[in-house]
């Protein structure tokens, strides 16, 4: 069976739904809160093991209720989480305003994330029993590299998603076999506004790139090859929270798996349309059957 690890963040999504986010200095009336399971490293941990993979999370949360809470929901969903550890102190948090376009804005408290700075004995060895090594950017940049790093000495595919954007050192470069930013981490990584040209000049500092175009679908370039647009699904989305999300943690399992490369980028946008279509991040993720039906569709 297919064995993913996760290097990354957990939070606890604090979510508030709205008519039409407000603007600086304005308050509006929302019409619903509620807390859901979150984090771009849980997220892609749960999107990964309800897509058929075996999952391995490494990170930590905190001694408060919200970490007992991401703990059980990474559990229920079938990650493992012997690698996960608890700290002092609380749990990271996202603060999440979605509007009624399913459009959202994010602020990120890192909490325990922020102590996931190294890897810890054992972290190395689950990263080498792995197919593919999901990382993101919401514990500290030091870990990051670290686990890539770790990766490239054992030949595990490294999959990194480069959000919230930041400049991405030489080193963590070097170490990324694929890397898969929106269209917006795209522009700033890149200052180039058009998604072809953006993913062209990251493709001369990794050897394969996805760029994620919402609702357009996805755009792949690789070295040496002719690039492919895979449109997505066309579907009403509801939320947006997690999607992109829930594509890299399908698109893992499917590269995993060896299926083609425009396949299994059609197999992971299916899964992404699928959670746009539902509320909230960790709790919209699609399982495997659901994706095999939405692509066969």
């Known amino acids: 069976m297919t064995h993913i690890a996760v290097l990354g963040s957990t939070n606890m999504d604090l979510v508030t739904y709205v008519a039409k986010a407000p603007q600086r200095g304005e308050t509006v009336t929302g019409r619903e809160f509620c807390t859901i399971p979150g984090g771009k490293g849980a997220n892609q941990a749960i999107a990964a093991a309800r897509a058929g993979a075996t999952v391995s999370m490494i990170g930590a949360v905190g001694n408060d209720a919200y970490g007992v809470r991401l703990r059980d929901t990474l559990e229920h969903s079938g990650v493992d989480t012997d690698f996960l550890r608890t ?3 609380p749990s990271g948090t996202a603060h999440i305003v979605v509007d009624d376009e399913g459009g959202n804005a994010i602020v990120v408290i890192p909490g325990a994330n922020g102590t996931v700075d190294h890897l810890s004995p054992g972290d190395e060895g689950v990263i ?6 999901l990382l993101q950017l919401e514990i500290p940049l030091a870990a990051v590299v670290a686990g890539a790093e770790a990766a490239r000495r054992h030949g595990v595919r490294t ?8 400049p991405l050192p030489p080193e963590l470069l070097r170490s990324t076999d694929l890397l898969v930013p929106n269209e917006y981490e795209a522009v700033t990584l890149t200052g180039r506004t058009d998604p072809r040209e953006a993913a062209a000049a990251l493709l001369d500092l990794v050897p394969q790139v ?12 690789a070295r040496g090859v002719e690039p492919l647009v895979v449109p997505a699904p066309r579907v009403t989305a509801v939320d947006s929270t997690g999607a992109g999300d829930t594509f890299v943690g399908a698109l893992a399992v ?9 396949e299994a980028l059609s197999w992971a946008a299916a899964a992404a349309a699928i959670s746009v279509q539902r509320e909230g991040a960790s709790a919209s993720m ?4 659901e994706i095999e039906a939405q692509y066969s569709a």
């Open 87 to 89: 700290v002092e102190g």
């Open 128 to 133: 080498a029993t792995a197919d593919a090594l």
């Open 159 to 166: 999959v990194l998603t480069p959000a919230p954007a930041q």
């Open 210 to 221: 996805v760029v994620t175009l919402g609702a357009t679908g996805c755009l792949y370039l």
């Open 254 to 262: 499917a590269l995993a798996e060896e299926k083609p490369v425009r």
């Open 286 to 289: 699609p399982y495997r059957p």
